[in-house]
C-alpha cells in the first residue's frame, strides 16, 4: 500500500535492553504504528529462527557470545492490537563469519536504530494456515 | 546526484512470485524511475551471483530449498529504456549460515517490501567495458 | 532523538576509492552532520573488525581479493568534532559465503550509495572506557 511518512528517529538504544522489547516498547510509547527499522551495533548471546514449513514452526538457533550486529532490517505494523516489530538479522562472529535470520531476542551491547515512521492505513498481521503472522498480499 | 523524496510503498508480495520481475513490474505499474528497495521474508530456491571480472559475468549460484531473506538491498533506475530493479541479498539456511550476493531469481514465500520513490534526473544505466551495465560515476 | 529529514543522494562512487573515506569526504563536503548510508556493490581487499570487549579494540581481518557487497549499513554523526561515517558490511565470496564486520577500509570496485541527512540536534560520538566512541544513549 501506499503511505507517506511519519517521524525520524536516531538513537542508541542502552546496553542490557531486549533489542525487540525495546523496539515493541518504542513503538508503543511514541505511538508508531507502522514503519521501517534498520540498526548497526553488537549483540550478546543472540537467539534467531529458521522457519520450518512443515512443522509451521520457527527452529530456534541460540548463539553465545557477542556478535556484530551487520544488519538489521525490520518493519513495524499491528499483531494483536498492538505495534510488533519484524526483525531479520545477520551477525558476526569473531572470525567474520556471518550467522542470522529472523530476530528472537538478543541483549543489547551497542544498537544505534534508525526507526522510519510510515502513515496510512492500520497493516495487520493475521495468523496463516502455514503458522505464520502475515498482512494481505497484493498483486500487481 | 542530489534526489527529493517520492512515494512510499510498504506491501507484501503473494507467494510464488519471482522477486526481482514483481519489483520491475511494480516500478513499471507505479512509474518509479528511481528509487530504493528493501525487503525481509523467505524465499524459495535463490539463484545468486559473483561477478567474475576475468570473464565479466556473473558466476551463478543455485540455492535449492527455502532461506530466510536476511537482507535484501537495492535501487532502482533505468536500464534498456525501463525501470529495473539492482539487488542484492543475504540469506540464511536452517543451519543459521548466511549466504549471498547479487540476486538474479529468487521465489517468493514471503516477502515485506518498503519501496521509496527517488525524484531527480534520469538515471540510467550503460554497459562498460568490463560487462557491468553501471551509471555515471560521480567523484568529490 | 527525533530528526527531520534533510537532502537525499543517490550516486557511484568512482572505481579505486575507499569507500569509509569517500563516505566522509561527502559528508563534509555537503555539510551532512547526521545522516544514514546504505549501498551495494563489489570491494577490493576489504579490512572488516569485530569489537573485541576484553582488549578495547577491534580485531582486524583482512580479506584479500574482490567480494560483493551484500550489504552495508551505516550512519553518520560527528567525532572529533567531524561528520563520521559508521558502517558495518556483509561481503560475499566467489562460493556465495558470507563474511561481515565492522567496516575498516574498502576500496571500490564498484559501489552505489544512497546517503539520507538527518536534521536535528548535534549527534556527537563521545569516547566510552570500553574502547568504542558512542552516541549517549536513550532509554524509553
Redesign the interface.
Known amino acids: 500500500?501506499?503511505?507517506?511518512?511519519g517521524?525520524?528517529?536516531?538513537?542508541?538504544?542502552?546496553?542490557g535492553e531486549e533489542f525487540g522489547a525495546?523496539i515493541n516498547?518504542?513503538a508503543k510509547?511514541h505511538n508508531v504504528l507502522?514503519g521501517?527499522v534498520?540498526?548497526?551495533g553488537?549483540l550478546r548471546n543472540p537467539k534467531?529462527g529458521?522457519?520450518?514449513?512443515e512443522s509451521g514452526r520457527y527452529?530456534v538457533?541460540e548463539?553465545s557470545g557477542?556478535y556484530?550486529?551487520?544488519?538489521?532490517?525490520?518493519?513495524i505494523s499491528i499483531k494483536d492490537g498492538e505495534p510488533f516489530a519484524?526483525?531479520?538479522?545477520?551477525l558476526?562472529?569473531?572470525?567474520?563469519?556471518?550467522?542470522?535470520?529472523?530476530l528472537i531476542e538478543g541483549e543489547v551491547?551497542?544498537a544505534?536504530v534508525?526507526v522510519q515512521e510510515?502513515l496510512?492505513e492500520i497493516?495487520e498481521r493475521k495468523p496463516q494456515k502455514n503458522g505464520?503472522a502475515?498482512?494481505?498480499?497484493?498483486?500487481?
Not at 500500500?1 to 511518512?5: D, G, L, N, R, Y
Not at 502475515?134 to 500487481?140: S, T
Request: net charge negative; glycine share 12%; no cysteine.
Open positions: 500500500m501506499k503511505v507517506s511518512k517521524r525520524s528517529f536516531l538513537f542508541r538504544i542502552p546496553e525495546f516498547g518504542f510509547k507502522i521501517t534498520t540498526a548497526i553488537t534467531i529458521y522457519f520450518d514449513e527452529r538457533m548463539l557477542t556484530e550486529l551487520v544488519s538489521l532490517t525490520g518493519n519484524h526483525i531479520h538479522v545477520a558476526g562472529d569473531s572470525d567474520g563469519r556471518l550467522w542470522g535470520g529472523h551491547f551497542v544505534e534508525f510510515l496510512g497493516l505464520l502475515l498482512w494481505d498480499a497484493e498483486g500487481l
